[in-house]
């Protein structure tokens, strides 16, 4: 069993990477400190706030992809939503919030899946401004069939994105398991160099390949959980973290020590370390959350090589 010294606080510690920063430059360091850093288990306990929480564990409803977001907004309201298509619901988080901070679980379930050709495209982003002799011809966003347009824009996630300076070229595929949209699509079969103006953007589809794809029908419900950041932390907390009640003193200030700054041991570990490492693990992992003094936590963990 190896114990390290006690670690620096965090408010040291820049005062410590200064000093590591000149050594450095004198030629005088070396290895041996990240060695031994390497053969270490660390654990850190960073505060949870209310807000913190929300934005780790949730996604707002607005930020919800294209292809999902009408669908889990009618989820919220009490129905079934559906997304039909080749690209998901796009749900990033488990969670997700309205801006009345009204906190829902949202639940997927891949209802029917059926194979269709998709055609794959790449497409890049000008701006219609930057043509000094002026545009080449296009066809209006507004012209394309609506299943092409909300294809582009599942596609994207935020059709917004495009307005920003320089956006890079993105890939989209579209794929219908309708005969009768795929013989409205103007992107089915290839159609290289389609060019599209949408919003003082021109977009301009390079044909990449056709290839087999799943396209799947997928059902969306919504259960609410909390109704402010507050009781959220606490339905997280108690959904996917741990609470440490009556700690031993040794186990005390393993904890103490990692709320100040982390605490660190080399294989093999002490009794009070690797019970609180039990104590704070699922199925094997370390928990995201931990309740400890009445207060909620952040973990970050990393085991030693």
Not at 116 to 132: I, K, M, N, R, W
Request: hydrophobic share 35%; charged share 25%.
């Amino acid at each position: 069993m190896s114990r390290p010294p006690r670690r620096l606080s965090r408010r040291r510690t820049v005062l410590l990477t200064a000093t590591a920063s000149l050594t450095a430059l004198s030629g005088c360091s070396t290895n041996d400190q990240a060695d031994g850093a390497r053969a270490e288990t660390v654990l850190q306990l960073d505060e949870a706030s209310p807000v913190g929480v929300s934005n780790e564990f949730s996604t707002p409803v607005d930020a919800v992809g294209h292809a999902g977001r009408a669908a889990v907004r009618t989820a919220i309201d009490g129905g079934e939503g559906t997304v039909d298509g080749y690209y998901g619901p796009g749900v990033s988080a488990p969670y997700v919030v309205t801006d009345d901070a009204e906190y829902y679980c949202v639940e997927t379930e891949t209802v029917d899946s059926v194979a269709a050709p998709g055609y794959a495209y790449t497409v890049e982003v000008d701006s219609v401004d930057s043509f000094l002799l002026g545009p080449p011809s296009s066809v209006p966003f507004a012209d394309l069939p609506e299943h092409d347009r909300d294809v582009v824009r599942d596609a994207l996630g935020d059709a917004s994105l495009i307005h920003a300076p320089h956006y890079p070229p993105f890939g989209v595929t579209f794929a219908y398991a309708s005969a009768e949209r795929r013989e409205r699509s103007r992107f089915v079969p290839e159609n290289d160099g389609q060019r599209v103006e949408w919003d003082g953007e021109l977009l301009r589809f390079a044909f990449e390949g056709e290839r087999s794809v799943n396209v799947a029908t997928v059902a969306v419900r919504a259960d609410r959980v909390a109704s402010s950041q507050r009781e959220f932390r606490r339905a997280v907390g108690e959904e996917r973290g741990r609470s440490i009640d009556d700690p031993t003193a040794d186990q005390r200030a393993v904890l103490d020590e990692a709320v100040d700054s982390e605490y660190a041991e080399s294989p093999p570990h002490s009794e009070a370390f690797a019970t609180v490492l039990d104590a704070l693990s699922a199925d094997g992992e370390v928990v995201p959350l931990v309740r400890y003094d009445g207060s909620w936590y952040f973990t970050h963990f990393s085991r030693a090589d």
